[in-house]
């Protein structure tokens, strides 16, 4: 199994920017299909974006579609999301997950599928 570690959570007012990063160890990277998930406050977790082994597949829900990038640097075993725009309705806690599976975009959003997840961190937008 793969540990999976995030960071760069942090606090930020409405219409800035923030970068998450997922780093891995155990395993590496490239056998996994990554997402990134967040839950708020009395709320379920839900899918925010999804990435291929390669990187050259990319999903998004439509909350964060062209705000939000994700992205993958294998060599270095991390993940990242690029979140500009961001909203109040974007505070969250923000997890890493990996999937050992090749890429599907009716997969990728549920949560069940996955082998491993982060910790999380904390993403708050002030208005």
């Known amino acids: 199994q793969v540990q999976l570690v995030e960071s760069g959570g942090g606090l930020v007012q409405a219409g800035g920017s923030l970068r998450l990063s997922c780093a891995a160890s155990g395993r590496t990277l490239v056998l996994y299909t990554m997402a990134w998930f967040r839950q708020a406050p009395g709320k379920a977790r839900e899918f925010v974006s999804a990435?291929?082994?390669?990187?050259?597949?990319?999903f998004y829900a439509d909350s964060v579609k062209g705000r939000f990038t994700i992205s993958r640097d294998n060599a270095k075993n991390t993940v990242y999301l690029q979140m500009n725009s961001l909203e109040p309705e974007d505070t969250a806690v923000y997890s890493c997950a990996a999937d050992y599976s090749t890429w599907d975009t009716r997969r990728v959003i549920t949560t069940a599928v996955y082998d491993s997840w982060g910790q999380g961190t904390q993403v708050t937008v002030s208005s």
């Open positions: 990435i291929s082994r390669s990187g050259g597949s990319t």
